[in-house]
């Protein structure tokens, strides 16, 4: 396996002078212009590190974003994922994560790495450079449960 350091250098490159983006162009063809908001991005994000076994959530507290979740609120995904692209229409992604007890953090950190930028690639036409993951907890499936049982009484 490879340091997940390791992965996060071989790409970080672009990462210099990338800023903020809310929409990027793809380009304009003789039908009109193409863009994709960051919103897309950080969706596309999301989805593909929920899929990597071991991920318990995006980082934040579970009751909030629960509640976020319920009445479809993005602001959850907006303070877990940031996207950044440079002046060559070039991804840099942070995404903020929950891991569940018992996995292996660069294991884990490096498959979330790797499906975030197959998919998003694959689905945006655009290149990402870097995918920087920050663990923030590791949550503890019985701890979790107990916490919701205390909160219904």
Do not use: W
Request: glycine share 6%.
């Amino acid at each position: 396996m490879k340091n997940t350091a390791e992965v996060v250098e071989k790409k970080d490159v672009a990462a210099v002078n990338a800023k903020p983006a809310e929409t990027m162009m793809l380009g304009d063809s003789e039908l009109g212009d193409v863009k994709i908001h960051d919103g897309v991005i950080a969706t596309i994000t999301r989805r593909a590190a929920l899929a990597v076994e071991g991920v318990s959530r995006l980082a934040g507290n579970a009751l909030v974003d629960n509640l976020a979740e319920i009445v479809g609120s993005r602001r959850m995904q907006a303070r877990a994922i940031t996207i950044a692209v440079n002046e060559n229409n070039q991804v840099v992604i942070e995404i903020k994560l929950n891991l569940k007890v018992g996995y292996t953090i660069p294991e884990v950190a490096e498959n979330v790495q790797k499906a975030v930028i197959a998919d998003v690639e694959k689905i945006t036409g655009m290149t990402v450079t870097t995918v920087h993951v920050l663990i923030q907890d590791i949550d503890d499936e019985t701890y979790v449960d107990d916490e919701e049982d205390s909160e219904e009484i």
